[in-house]
């Protein structure tokens, strides 16, 4: 079985930066991609930002382009989230996922597993 969990969050003020990390332990799985999602209070989750996991091609919501960069350490197993210039609506749970097979939308629909998820709030 596949775990992803992720930590990293935290409280911080409005300009400021966190790295999330997302650890997979389990079996060995390869997987086409993964990302980051995030839910704010109220809302649906939605995409942050993705990355194909062999090439490293990175994609971003448009709401995050410019401030936030995901990488990842393939030897350790590890997905990581910089987040900087941060701001109040960055508030909300931030959760990674897992698509094996691909191709992804990067949908929430099409990621097989999830983390818990990592609480990270932005002070005004």
């Known amino acids: 079985q596949v775990q992803l969990v992720e930590s990293g969050g935290g409280l911080v003020q409005a300009g400021g930066s966190l790295r999330l990390s997302c650890a997979a332990s389990?079996?060995?799985?390869?997987?086409?991609?993964m990302g980051w999602f995030r839910q704010a209070p109220g809302k649906e989750r939605e995409f942050v930002a993705g990355?194909?996991?062999?090439?490293?091609?990175?994609y971003y919501a448009d709401s995050v382009k410019g401030r936030f960069t995901i990488s990842r350490d393939i030897a350790k197993s590890t997905l990581f989230l910089q987040m900087n210039s941060l701001k109040p609506e960055d508030t909300a749970v931030y959760y990674c996922?897992?698509?094996?097979?691909?191709?992804?939308?990067?949908?929430?629909?099409?990621?097989?597993?999830w983390g818990k998820g990592t609480l990270v709030t932005v002070s005004s």
């Open positions: 996922g897992a698509d094996i097979l691909g191709p992804t939308n990067w949908s929430v629909d099409s990621m097989d597993y």
């Open positions: 990355i194909r996991w062999s090439t490293g091609s990175t």
């Open positions: 389990g079996r060995t799985f390869s997987r086409y991609a």
